[in-house]
């Protein structure tokens, strides 16, 4: 069966270090693969999308790299700051694109 | 401001009471989609609509009706309400049925008594 794995135990790191999450799927041959963020309380909010041909993308302090071989993602926030500790979610498109599954989502705790 | 709003926020009821929540986007977006979350389940896929009159089954479909007569309007309708669908809903929208970003709302917190 598809299945979608983050790491659910949280991930405490230092301000100013550089945080990677990771996301690892089976079963899928996604066109494209997405991040989210989501804080308590709250809808998630869309940060990347990276198609399947791409390798990687960046956006300011964000960076993510997709591997369709390892069928894996990696995520990184670098120079992490508090205001950064958030839920982070990858989410895979199928059925043409008119599905998204979501893993579990990985927190992310920065402490000063 | 571009914007998907949901209500209620929060609700509560018994089981067997119909209820709905609305869902509404002011970005003119064709996809609309209904997701339920909840605690080491995550994000889970209940409908989605890729426009007027379009609806079909995500992933976790039972106990829930949709319609989609206009199109910014996506409500979400629970006829017999039971205390396994207390969850935490949200709607979302994007501009194609294929690829790019989804939009979510704020979110409704149900709880089913």
């Known amino acids: 069966s598809q299945k979608i794995e983050q790491n659910s135990e949280a991930l405490n790191i230092q301000e100013g270090k550089t945080a990677t999450l990771t996301c690892n799927y089976t079963n899928y041959s996604p066109a494209y693969l997405q991040w989210y963020r989501q804080d308590p309380g709250r809808g998630p909010v869309f940060l990347l999308l990276?198609?399947?041909?791409?390798k990687e993308k960046r956006k300011e302090r964000l960076k993510v790299t997709f591997d369709t071989t390892l069928k894996q993602s990696l995520f990184h926030i670098t120079a992490s700051q508090p205001a950064d500790s958030a839920t982070y979610l990858c989410a895979l498109d199928h059925n043409a694109g008119n599905m998204l599954t979501f893993g579990g989502g990985t927190r992310l705790m920065v402490k000063p | 401001e571009a914007q998907v709003t949901q209500n209620p926020r929060y609700l509560i009821t018994v089981t067997g009471k119909k209820l709905t929540v609305t869902c509404s986007q002011n970005?003119?977006?064709?996809?609309m989609s209904w997701y339920r979350q909840d605690p080491g389940l995550g994000l889970r896929q209940i409908y989605y609509?890729?426009?007027?009159?379009?609806?079909d089954k995500g992933d976790v479909p039972e106990g829930y009706k949709v319609s989609r007569k206009e199109k910014r309007n996506f409500p979400l309708i629970l006829e017999s309400p039971s205390p396994n669908q207390t969850s935490l809903y949200f709607c979302?929208?994007?501009?194609?049925?294929?690829?790019?970003?989804?939009?979510f709302g704020p979110g409704t917190r149900l709880t089913v008594t």
């Open positions: 970005m003119n977006h064709e996809y």
């Open positions: 979302a929208s994007k501009g194609r049925s294929y690829s790019y970003e989804q939009y």
């Open positions: 609509s890729m426009n007027v009159e379009v609806t």
């Open positions: 990276i198609r399947e041909n791409e």
